[in-house]
């Protein structure tokens, strides 16, 4: 099986990114020697990690994080920098699925986890450049009135009346590309760089007192009544354990495995746009597509294109990133053919056989959260939380997380990259033929 910590990285280094190049990079943290004991041990600081590490500290309790490489090293932060509203589906399917009661439910924590990260910024003090307004674009009139209906269900059935309906014309005058007929735009949701995000979710935790060991990987979850968990060189006994590894996971709990699949996705950096960024977009939002292979971009605060998207099969990185997701990006804005890329890189996520979270007690003691399947920035953050909460007694929403229908991928986690093939495959087929 392909070791995604090491497979497309520098173990302990991050990747270079554009985010990794405008933030400071904080100094490395020691690795764990030896044994300690601890309220409760977090495998994984990326966002869930971090959130969960500084929520448990903040309580008074002991928090000890093991991270395998660096804060920050994996998805959160390497994403396309969107805080979406709601959860990765939309509420009709959600209904569908769960009923109204069930789905208001999930509405009400997607639109808590967008707080969620408002507040954290702005007490925290964290510098992500964090800016209002999500766009989802169709690329037809069928596709358009769709988004129209999902945005008019939200507004007389939930209340939510932050989107602005983009007819074609409207929607060629925020983002001016050939391609889009329209859509619409919510207010609510936002855009941020994601890395300092992380780092900053890193440094309030150390603050409130939890320790983070770096290039510490979690090689054994001991379960019990006193769980714990060994690295290469230490171990670590907690009261109870949180699992926060996402797509990094790894076997170090099958039945998460077997519901949660890691994907790659990638990301380019233009040259700075200047007068032309009006090109690109005329207000500073960050869109999203309609494509299953989704693309994804926003301008950066110092005037680039940030563009994501290109499918690729395997868990290896494509020896040439910037040309994969050129495709895409010259598909969407073909009069950029002459504009230079100057970062490109990939990161490993994780989905859902149903593009939901995956909460779950793996163990009396053990929580985990993953699976965030694209919507991770604020879903992430949230189920951190859920979980100190958990821990500390009110698993209420935790429990409303962990009660979304769930299925393991057939085959389980031996089937699921030749499957992940299939799948990719014909989606990106069907793309391209605009089906």
């Excluded at 928090?63 to 390497?78: I, K, N, P």
Aim: include cysteine; charge should be neutral.
């Amino acid at each position: 099986m392909t070791d995604l910590l090491t497979a497309n990285d520098r173990p302990g280094e991050y990747p270079a990114s554009w985010y990794a190049a405008t933030v400071d990079l904080p100094p490395g943290r020691p690795a764990l020697a030896g044994e300690l004991r601890a309220d409760v041990c977090v495998v994984g600081a990326g966002y869930t990690g971090l959130s969960a590490a500084l929520h448990l500290a903040q309580r008074g309790l002991r928090v000890v994080v093991l991270e395998a490489s660096r804060a920050g090293f994996g998805a959160s932060g390497r994403n396309g920098g969107q805080l979406g509203s709601g959860q990765r589906v939309g509420q009709r399917a959600l209904e569908r699925l769960m009923g109204r009661d069930a789905a208001r439910q999930l509405w009400d924590l997607g639109e808590d986890a967008k707080a969620l990260v408002r507040d954290l910024a702005a007490e925290h003090g964290i510098d992500c450049h964090l800016r209002p307004g999500v766009a989802h674009l169709g690329y037809t009139d069928a596709e358009r009135a769709e988004i129209h209906e999902d945005a008019h269900h939200l507004a007389s059935e939930y209340g939510y009346a932050r989107i602005e309906l983009l007819d074609a014309d409207a929607g060629h005058a925020l983002c001016p590309s050939p391609r889009y007929r329209g859509g619409a735009l919510d207010h609510g949701a936002a855009h941020l760089h994601p890395l300092a995000f992380a780092l900053g979710l890193a440094r309030a935790a150390e603050a409130a007192g939890a320790r983070i060991f770096e290039r510490s990987r979690a090689v054994e979850l001991i379960e019990g009544p006193e769980p714990a968990v060994r690295t290469a060189a230490g171990l670590v006994r907690a009261d109870h354990v949180i699992l926060a590894g996402n797509g990094y996971l790894g076997g170090l709990a099958p039945r998460v495995a077997a519901r949660v699949m890691p994907i790659n996705n990638f990301v380019v950096a233009t040259e700075p746009l200047g007068p032309r960024a009006a090109e690109v977009l005329t207000r500073d939002v960050a869109v999203a597509d309609t494509k299953f292979v989704v693309n994804y971009f926003r301008l950066s605060h110092d005037g680039r294109l940030l563009f994501g998207g290109g499918e690729s099969y395997g868990y290896r990185f494509p020896a040439d990133i910037a040309g994969l997701v050129r495709r895409p990006m010259l598909e969407v804005f073909p009069h950029l053919d002459d504009v230079r890329i100057t970062h490109a890189w990939g990161g490993t996520l994780a989905i859902t056989m149903r593009r939901l979270p995956y909460l779950a007690r793996v163990a009396p003691r053990v929580l985990s959260a993953s699976g965030y399947s694209g919507h991770g920035v604020g879903l992430a953050t949230l189920s951190g939380k859920l979980m100190a909460e958990a821990v500390a007694g009110r698993a209420e929403g935790f429990e409303a997380m962990a009660a979304i229908p769930t299925c393991p991928f057939p085959g389980g986690a031996a089937l699921r990259s030749p499957l992940l093939v299939l799948a990719m495959s014909w989606y990106a087929m069907r793309d391209r033929l605009g089906l």
